[in-house]
C-alpha cells in the first residue's frame, strides 16, 4: 500500500448524533443540532428531497418545473446547458430557485459545472472566460489557486454555491484525446498524479475561499477509462484499490473539498460488474474509510446510458446502500419514481431506513455549515 498516499488526509470522520439532541445551555447550537432541528421540522418526503438535485436550465426553471420544485420535491439543483446570460442574470435565476426550494429554513445547494474550457456552463459578463483544465495545469498550484478564488467568487454572486469541479482524473499521456469523457475535452490537470494533484489542491481551496464547495470526480477515476458512461452502456477503468492516482483526490480532500462525485464507471480490479456509484467497496470502502472522506458523496448523473439497466426506482436506492449521500440526476423525470423506490425500501429494511436518515442529515450539516440553514 502507498502510505504517503493516506497520509494526506487530515480530514476528521463526521459523528452524527441521534436525532432530538438538544444544545447545551448558553451556547450556540452546533451545525449538526441545527441540522437535527430542521430534519425534526420536515414531513417525511421533504426529508428525502434532500436528497436529491436536479438539472434545471441555467437560463431558468420553466414554470411548470419551478412549480414542482416548490412542493419540495427535490433539496437541491444544478445548472445546465451553457449560457452567455451572464452574472446578473444569472443571479435571478438562483434567487427563483432558492425561494422555490427552501424547506423549512434549508435552502439549496445550487452547483453547475464551471471547470473551464469547453465545459464552462455560466459565461458573459461578470464570468471569466476559463481556460481547459490542461492550461490551468501549465500554472504554478499558487497562481491557480488565486484564479480560482475569483472564479468562486463569480460564482458566489450569481448564487451558485457548489461547483461540480475540478476534475481529479489523471489520463496518461499516451491516451491523451483519445480518452472520451477528460482527455478528449482537455479536462485534465496534467498526465501524471503528482502535476495533477496539487492542482486539484489548489483549485479546491481557490473556489473553498470564495464561500463555494469544491466538488472533486469523478471519483475513483475515468481518465483511464474504455468509453464514456454518459453514452456508452459499460465503460471499464483499471484503477485498483490502492492506486496511486488516487493521490490527486486525497489531495483535494486535504484541501477542504466536502463534495466527490462518484463515477458510474466499472472497475474490474476493484469489484467486477458494478458500476462506482453502486459499488459499496468503493463508496464506503475506499472514499469513507481508506480515504476517511467525510463529507457529500454525490452521483454523476443518473441519466447516463452505464446505469440504464438498472430500474430508474432502484438508482437511488443502491447509491445509497452503498453508502451515496446526494443523488444528481439531469432528467427531473426520474425524480419521482426514485423517491418512490426509497420510501418503499425505507418501510422494507430498518438498516436502510437508517442510512436515509444518516444521508439526509449529512446534507442538512453541510448547508447549516454553509449558512444555508
Not at 19 to 37: F, K, W
Not at 98 to 107: M, N
Not at 112 to 124: A, F, I, P, S
Not at 142 to 154: F, P, V
Request: with cysteine.
Amino acid at each position: 500500500m502507498l502510505r504517503w498516499v493516506w497520509s494526506l488526509l487530515l480530514v476528521p470522520a463526521l459523528t452524527i448524533a441521534p436525532v432530538g439532541g438538544i444544545a447545551a445551555p448558553d451556547s450556540a447550537p452546533t451545525a449538526a443540532q441545527r441540522a437535527r432541528s430542521a430534519y425534526s421540522a420536515m414531513s417525511t418526503a421533504q426529508r428525502l428531497g434532500q436528497l436529491f438535485m436536479l438539472g434545471v436550465p441555467s437560463t431558468g426553471a420553466p414554470r411548470a418545473q419551478l412549480a414542482a420544485l416548490e412542493k419540495g420535491a427535490a433539496g437541491s439543483v444544478f445548472l445546465t446547458g451553457t449560457t452567455m446570460q451572464g452574472a446578473a442574470r444569472t443571479a435571478r435565476v438562483t434567487a427563483a430557485l432558492t425561494k422555490a426550494l427552501t424547506v423549512k429554513g434549508a435552502r439549496p445547494f445550487i452547483a453547475t459545472d464551471q471547470e473551464g474550457g469547453l465545459v464552462q456552463r455560466l459565461k458573459g459578463a461578470g464570468f471569466s472566460a476559463i481556460p481547459t483544465a490542461l492550461t490551468q495545469g501549465a500554472s504554478a498550484p499558487a497562481a491557480l489557486e488565486k484564479n480560482a478564488a475569483t472564479w468562486g467568487r463569480q460564482l458566489r454572486a450569481a448564487g451558485v454555491n457548489v461547483d461540480l469541479a475540478p476534475v481529479a482524473d489523471v489520463v496518461p499521456a499516451a491516451t491523451g484525446v483519445k480518452n472520451a469523457p477528460i482527455g478528449s475535452l482537455q479536462r485534465e490537470f496534467g498526465y501524471t498524479t503528482p502535476s495533477v494533484a496539487p492542482h486539484v489542491a489548489a483549485f479546491a481551496a481557490g473556489v473553498r475561499s470564495a464561500g463555494v464547495q469544491a466538488t472533486l470526480k469523478h471519483f475513483p477515476g475515468i481518465g483511464h477509462a474504455s468509453g464514456n458512461s454518459d453514452t456508452t452502456a459499460v465503460t471499464t477503468a483499471p484503477v485498483t484499490r490502492h492506486d496511486t492516482r488516487l493521490a490527486a483526490f486525497a489531495r483535494g480532500i486535504s484541501a477542504g473539498a466536502q463534495f466527490v462525485m462518484v463515477a458510474s464507471t466499472q472497475y474490474p480490479k476493484i469489484q467486477a460488474g458494478v458500476p462506482a456509484c453502486f459499488s459499496k467497496t468503493i463508496v464506503t470502502g475506499i472514499l469513507r474509510g481508506d480515504l476517511r472522506f467525510a463529507g457529500i458523496i454525490v452521483s454523476d448523473s443518473f441519466d447516463a446510458a452505464a446505469i440504464s439497466g438498472v430500474p430508474v426506482a432502484q438508482r437511488a436506492v443502491r447509491f445509497l446502500e452503498a453508502g451515496g449521500t446526494l443523488v444528481l440526476d439531469a432528467d427531473a423525470a426520474h425524480l419521482a419514481a426514485m423517491e418512490q423506490g426509497v420510501a418503499a425500501q425505507m418501510k422494507k429494511s430498518a438498516r436502510f431506513a437508517a442510512l436515509v436518515t444518516k444521508a439526509v442529515l449529512l446534507v442538512l450539516t453541510e448547508k447549516a455549515r454553509d449558512g444555508l440553514l
